[in-house]
């Protein structure tokens, strides 16, 4: 019998992997057997992500700092990477931010931060971990975590920069799909809808949203802990082969009123 989402041997950076949605995606995918690489500012975190995995599901984890706004740093994350395990097949951009102010109220930085962040940083890990992993091997699974507010608006939470970003990961997603493809690499991106990490529990846990919630979602719920495994296993998948430069919203089915 074959298991479709069996990663054993396979090497997964996931960056944004200090809490939330990237440590749940790290263990879908330690689950099936990946070797993880936690990465993200915040080193103490990111090593006790790494020992958690390692003790829940007996796989190789290798914390590595970076900041995904630094070139530098990124490019000698993926050059440890390669150093230590040789070859990169997986990455999830995961790191992220979120700007909440009235449109007219947004200051230039804190567009700027969010642009440089959600999107540039996005960029920056793929093309290090296309360039020196990825293309060379003729074989890569890129998923980007946009947002389903990088295809819609919206009317409850003024958020500008982070649509404009998000909207930016999902064409970014697109473009690098369509270059590089010919690789052996697929890009896409997942759209997830609302689900509770630190960054979004005080808004998710307010009453008025939660009326909001009620009628935007044809679910009238938000997302749960793990309900974002099987598309990003999906999606990670060596058999997944021919999926390539998609946008997967999962948002209990916001964007589809």
């Known amino acids: ?26 263990k879908a995918l330690a689950n099936q057997g ?3 690489v936690p990465v993200a500012r915040r080193q103490e975190l990111i090593e006790e992500v790494a020992k958690e995995l390692t003790k829940e599901y007996g796989v190789e984890a290798f914390p590595v ?18 150093e230590k395990f040789g070859k990169i097949d997986i990455v999830i951009n995961n790191a992220g931010t979120g700007a909440v102010a009235p449109a007219e109220d947004i200051t230039d930085d804190q567009f700027a931060n969010e642009v440089n962040i959600d999107l540039f940083g996005s960029f920056k890990v793929a093309r290090a971990a296309a360039k020196k992993a990825m293309i060379p091997a ?10 389903m507010y990088g295809l819609v608006g919206n009317k409850i939470a ?6 404009a970003a998000k909207g930016g990961v999902v064409n970014l997603t697109r473009a690098l799909a369509a270059e590089w493809g010919k690789y052996g690499i697929t890009v896409n991106a997942i759209c997830p809808g609302y689900f509770w990490t630190p960054l979004t529990q005080e808004t998710l846990d307010s009453d008025w949203f939660k009326e909001y919630a009620k009628g935007a979602i044809p679910m009238e719920r938000y997302g749960k802990e793990g309900e974002l495994d099987t598309t990003t296993l999906f999606l990670a998948s060596p058999a997944s082969t021919y999926v390539n430069g998609v946008m997967i919203p999962v948002d209990g089915g916001y964007t589809c009123i």
Request: proline share 3%; net charge negative.
């Open 1 to 26: 019998m074959k298991n479709y989402f069996d990663l054993k041997g396979n090497v997964a950076i996931v960056t944004g992997c200090s809490t939330g949605l990237g440590v749940q995606m790290a």
């Open 158 to 163: 003024p958020a500008s920069p982070y649509h």
């Open 65 to 82: 700092r970076c900041d995904i706004t630094d070139t530098e740093m990124v490019e000698g994350m993926i050059d440890k990477v390669l």
């Open 138 to 147: 003729g074989y890569g699974r890129i998923i980007n975590i946009a947002s």
């Open 34 to 36: 990946a070797t993880i």
